[in-house]
């Protein structure tokens, strides 16, 4: 309310202002016109009155024409001063217009005197000059008079300008009062939010905090959606690489640690050997993780990939900067790497590594072993190797970079390499008694000496080692030149890759060198990863070495364990020949469990099917053997598979479990379930087969199945021959009526004529002469 007082209240008095200001105006021109009144008035009463009256009037107006204006440009210059102002304003306008006010009434005073010493001037002169003057007088007039109505006419102009700005400042000031009224309905809303209780307040602040929930809630399921469609094409398939990386970019750019972790964890189970992603999520780990985690993904890659050498030049430099203090440790981080991958052919930067940290820490003892070690490694650099030895040996004292006990052996023979190259310069000569000339030599060109032996000691106690390196890096190039893709991709590879892979890895074990063969075969792996005969291959030489070493057995199991749970999950090949290793082991759950998951993968595979059964039947598991059998036969997709799984169940149950009813069970239900003599004969054989086998042998029940056979509703004339023929036979070697193998043999004569008259009958009919022309 106090806002809107004083709107009014300014309102009013700018009202006032203006009012005040056109009073001033009207009453100038009341003035005026009065003053022109009594200049005609006067005009007859002489010529210097008239001049008089017209110059006081000229000046009167002058005077409060340059009065007005000036206080139409104070107060337009005022109307445009800041809101903030306008109280104050306001005041000083009111004050401004009561002093014009008394400078008005005091300037009316002066006019009546003027006017009165004009009369008193006028009735004194008389009309002496009136007609000198005449014309003089006419003209003053009328170019006050045009004059006049000039500053009439701006004095207008001014009073439209004023009205004009009178309504600009209105809208200004309106608008100005309302910004003043929302600010203060603002603060009485505040204040009423302050005098409203605490449970008022804090339920609306929980609606707020609602709402803002509700929009994080909004963000991260709009962002769990996104997610989902990026895991969705990789579930879709597996294989889709492509897919794996966008994957991988949107968790890289999201924060959501555990999301990212995930994605990282499913992508590398499949892909291990991509070590340019092991780096990427041990650095994601190094900046939204912890310490240990980053660690941890380290090792998994380190593990996983043992063979990169950028993968650990990368975990170098991390330790190096986690633990900067802690020489011994990153040493012994070195040393786990060249051990891992020093003799790869492309490991130099991994050794210069090394020896570059040892040199920060000036041990050089430490750097001279590392060199010894890498100039009889063949790497690709080595003789860039061998040049900085050399330029390291002569750039250091000889006893920083050795071991006191090596510095003093080298030493020891240098001196007497010295000492006998002296004796023979000194032989034939004849030296004074007194003479103390070789013993008083220059220490300084002896110790010069003495250095620059040992360095040529050193360099050349070595050469013999680079020169056999050198041998065997020549024997290796040609391999090494044609790997063009050293590094892991699911693009195949091209056959000319294929085949140098093959015979580099025959040119290694034909050395056999254990160490060179096993490092060479993890290089290829990383290569043809995906190729199934190399890991066959890899398999092959380890249990070619027929060795109880421990370390041998436990790297063909990890063979086998990376192949068949990681690059060929769904290969029968690989995992049967797992299983047969597993199973030689005495491992049968193992086994059965690959078997298991080959058969939920590859269904309807008559070799898993078998290896499966036969598992089971080895490690005598009679029950499950039948239940397999049982189970194959009732999901068998082909009448066939399901003939030849009856007939071996029921051999199983014959031979093995020494059940021939259960056995002639099993085949007379086949029988009936294919329901075609033709296609079960290879049933009803067997069946005939154990009924045969029976001690003491049953002739009666034999013959009787067979002529059960015989009068089968779907059995043709060709199947009967057969049955007929197999019941002579029976017969003729086991019957002791002659009538009854008489009677079967007219029994079979009567088929085979049968069959031969229908077989002439077909002739006839696919004869050309049977056709009428």
């Known amino acids: 309310m106090s806002s809107d007082s004083e709107n009014t209240n300014h309102a009013r008095k700018s009202e006032t202002v203006y009012d005040e200001l056109e009073k001033l105006i009207s009453s100038v021109d009341a003035d005026e016109k009065e003053l022109k009144m009594k200049m005609e008035k006067k005009k007859s009463n002489g010529k210097e009155n008239k001049i008089k009256e017209s110059n006081g009037l000229a000046d009167l107006k002058n005077e409060n024409e340059l009065k007005n204006k000036n206080e139409l440009e104070d107060k337009t210059v005022t109307m445009k001063n800041e809101n903030g102002n306008e109280e104050k304003r306001i005041n000083e306008d009111d004050n401004h217009l009561e002093s014009k006010d008394s400078q008005n009434n005091s300037e009316d005073g002066k006019e009546e005197l003027e006017l009165s010493e004009m009369i008193v001037c006028d009735e004194v002169a008389g009309d002496s000059d009136e007609d000198d003057n005449k014309i003089e007088i006419e003209a003053t007039i009328t170019n006050d008079k045009d004059k006049y109505e000039r500053d009439t006419k701006k004095i207008k102009k001014d009073s439209k300008e004023k009205e004009s700005n009178k309504k600009k400042y209105d809208k200004k000031s309106d608008s100005k009062s309302k910004d003043r009224s929302r600010k203060e309905d603002s603060k009485r809303v505040d204040k009423k939010r302050s005098r409203t209780p605490s449970k008022d307040r804090s339920s609306k602040d929980s609606s707020l905090k609602k709402r803002s929930k509700v929009s994080d809630k909004e963000k991260e399921s709009k962002k769990l959606r996104e997610l989902d469609k990026f895991w969705q094409t990789v579930r879709d398939d597996p294989s889709d690489f492509i897919g794996w990386t966008y994957l991988l970019q949107y968790v890289d750019g999201a924060k959501n640690i555990e999301a990212a972790r995930e994605a990282y964890d499913a992508f590398l189970d499949l892909y291990p050997y991509c070590y340019g992603y092991w780096r990427k999520y041990a650095d994601y780990e190094r900046k939204n993780g912890t310490k240990e985690n980053c660690e941890k993904v380290f090792d998994r890659g380190l593990k996983a990939i043992p063979l990169s050498v950028d993968l650990w030049i990368h975990y170098m430099g991390y330790m190096k900067s986690a633990y900067p203090d802690d020489e011994d440790m990153i040493r012994e981080q070195f040393e786990r790497a060249v051990e891992a991958c020093g003799i790869e052919f492309r490991s130099d930067r991994l050794w210069d590594h090394y020896i570059k940290f040892e040199l920060e820490c000036k041990q050089y003892s430490r750097v001279t072993d590392i060199y010894e070690r890498l100039i009889a ?21 000889k006893n920083k970079i050795l071991e006191a006990v090596k510095f003093l052996e080298l030493r020891k023979e240098v001196l007497a390499e010295i000492k006998e190259a002296e004796a023979k310069k000194s032989h034939g000569r004849k030296i004074d008694s007194g003479s103390d000339s070789d013993d008083m030599a220059d220490p300084i060109e002896q110790r010069t000496k003495e250095e620059n032996l040992m360095k040529e000691r050193m360099i050349s106690s070595r050469m013999v080692i680079h020169k056999n390196t050198a041998e065997m890096v020549a024997l290796r190039l040609p391999y090494e030149e044609m790997i063009k893709r050293p590094y892991f991709h699911v693009k195949p590879l091209e056959r000319s890759q294929i085949r140098n892979w093959k015979e580099y890895l025959e040119f290694e074990i034909s050395h056999g060198n254990y160490k060179r063969i096993v490092v060479l075969f993890e290089r290829c792996l990383i290569a043809c990863a995906l190729y199934e005969e190399f890991w066959t291959k890899y398999v092959s030489y380890l249990e070619s070495l027929e060795s109880d070493d421990q370390e041998v057995k436990d790297r063909i199991e990890d063979i086998y364990i990376r192949a068949c749970t990681v690059h060929h999950k769904n290969k029968p090949g690989i995992n049967l020949t797992w299983a047969l290793h597993l199973e030689n082991n005495g491992q049968y759950d193992k086994a059965a469990q690959i078997l298991d998951m080959l058969d939920s993968v590859s269904p309807d595979k008559k070799l898993i099917i078998q290896r499966r059964i036969n598992l089971e039947r080895r490690r005598n598991c009679n029950d499950r053997v039948c239940e397999l059998y049982e189970h194959y036969i009732s999901t068998a997709n082909s009448s066939l598979t399901s003939i030849l799984l009856t007939v071996k169940y029921a051999r199983f149950v014959w031979k093995m479990l020494h059940n021939s009813i259960r056995a002639s069970e099993i085949l007379l239900a086949g029988v009936e379930k294919i329901n075609n003599v033709q296609k079960s004969s290879r049933l009803l054989l067997q069946l005939i087969e154990i009924k045969m086998s029976d001690n003491p042998i049953n002739i009666s029940a034999v013959v009787q199945l067979i002529d059960s056979i015989l009068v089968m509703k779907s059995i043709d004339v060709e199947q009967q021959v057969i049955f ?24 079979l004569k009567r088929y085979m004529k049968t069959y031969n008259e229908s077989e002439k009958k077909t002739e ?4 050309p002469s049977s056709v009428k022309t």
């Open 764 to 767: 006839l009919i696919d004869s």
């Open 724 to 747: 007929a023929q197999r019941k002579v036979e029976f017969l003729e070697e086991f019957g002791k009526d002659i009538l009854l193998i008489n009677k079967a043999t007219a029994e």
């Open 377 to 397: 490694t063949p790497t690709h650099g080595f003789l860039n190797n061998f040049e900085c030895f050399k330029d390291y040996v002569k750039k250091y004292p």
